[in-house]
């Protein structure tokens, strides 16, 4: 049998479970210029689990405003038909997946995990460095690794090997899907936002969002990769021996931070309170992402983790240091 391309598996999404009726609904209301407030607020307000969801994401992200938003025309309104659409596109997105014995094996709430974080790093990101649309980073963060569960459903028990492959190699995730599965989550998760007309920006994102300077043309497209690069990266990963190095993962986090004009402060708090914002949020989406206290703890341990790696950096970079200032000394008790 040839090798599924990505295409292939965004079309086989269709024969593993039909779209859920109300994304459909959305899609199509999406990929129609003319619609308007009336027709997405149409929609939702006829799924009561998609409208409550929505009004909870409207309200954690607007959790500074002194009234709760209580109606999907009110929602509207306060986001902006463009943040509501796709928010409405990623509330949706978590109730795509039905195979729950198959998602239990590959540790689905991992993968949310994952998602949320990314989620809520990024538009903390877009607010720092004061991005035109901290939301649009918000729906980034939260499809950027839908690949990822493509994949999951269309391999199924197959993407267990690569699972445990990756714990095994220490190769990351990139490296081991290209070699179990000849093509990566990126490219799936790309071919995914094109399959449902999504904004180019988050197909750029899908694609590119292993890499900075990924060789996006529009100024706002690269940034919005560059966020979602380093939100990626600060969040606890989908699986163990996702990036392997800890030491190239410092030193991404790093430029990625500089390109974005952020020192390590600035990360570290962007990190810390993105935390307790994944929390909040998967509650309002109740969503199960595992136990708090093993969540918090995890994050500790990942902080601690990149503190001894950057600690261990500089220690090298000293002791190099210090080779280069006696290498003169040497060579003249050498020649003397
Ligand atoms: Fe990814
Ligand atoms: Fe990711």
């Known amino acids: ?26 899609l199509k209301v999406i990929n129609n210029p003319n619609s308007g407030a009336d ?54 997105v ?29 538009r903390s990101i877009a607010t720092s460095i004061k ?5 649009e980073a918000f729906v980034a963060g939260i499809l950027h690794d839908m690949g990822i569960v493509l994949m999951m459903l269309h391999y199924r028990e197959k993407y267990l090997e690569l699972i445990q492959k990756m714990k095994d ?7 081991t899907e290209k070699e179990i599965f000849g093509l990566t989550h990126t490219e799936v ?33 690269a940034i919005l990769n560059d966020i979602i690069a380093l939100a990626d990266r600060l969040s606890t990963e989908p699986f163990d021996e996702y990036y392997p190095d ?5 030193i991404f986090i790093q430029s990625a931070g500089k390109r974005l004009g952020l020192d390590s402060i600035e990360i570290n708090r962007i990190r810390k309170e993105s935390v307790m914002e994944s929390i ?24 601690a983790g990149l503190y001894f790696s950057l600690e261990k950096i500089y220690l090298e970079k000293q002791k190099l240091q210090e080779m280069i200032n006696e290498a003169p000394q040497n060579e003249a008790v050498a020649s003397a």
């Open 169 to 175: 190699d220490h190769k990351g995730i990139l490296n």
């Open 131 to 135: 991005y035109r649309e901290p939301e």
């Open 246 to 250: 800890l030491e190239e993962n410092i």
């Open 189 to 221: 998760g790309a071919e995914m936002a094109i399959d449902w007309k999504l904004p180019p920006s988050l197909a750029h994102v899908a694609m590119n969002h292993h890499s900075i300077d990924a060789g996006i043309i529009i100024p706002d497209d």
């Open 280 to 303: 909040r949020l998967a509650e309002y989406l109740e969503l199960d992402i595992g136990d708090v206290l093993e969540i918090l703890t995890e994050a500790n341990n990942k902080l």
């Open 39 to 92: 027709e997405i607020a149409n929609v939702i307000s006829r799924d009561i689990s998609l409208t409550s969801l929505v009004l909870r994401m409207v309200n954690s992200i607007s959790a500074g405003r002194r009234r709760k938003v209580t109606k999907i025309s009110e929602a509207v309104v306060v986001m902006g038909l463009n943040s509501i659409k796709v928010m409405t596109l990623s509330s949706s």
């Open 1 to 26: 049998m040839a090798t599924p391309c990505a295409k292939d598996i965004v079309a086989s999404i269709s024969h593993i479970g039909s779209l859920p009726q109300t994304l459909a609904a959305v």
């Open 94 to 122: 978590f109730g795509l997946v039905s195979d729950k014995q198959l998602l239990q094996k590959c540790n689905i709430k991992r993968v949310w995990r994952h998602m949320i974080e990314t989620a809520a790093n990024a």
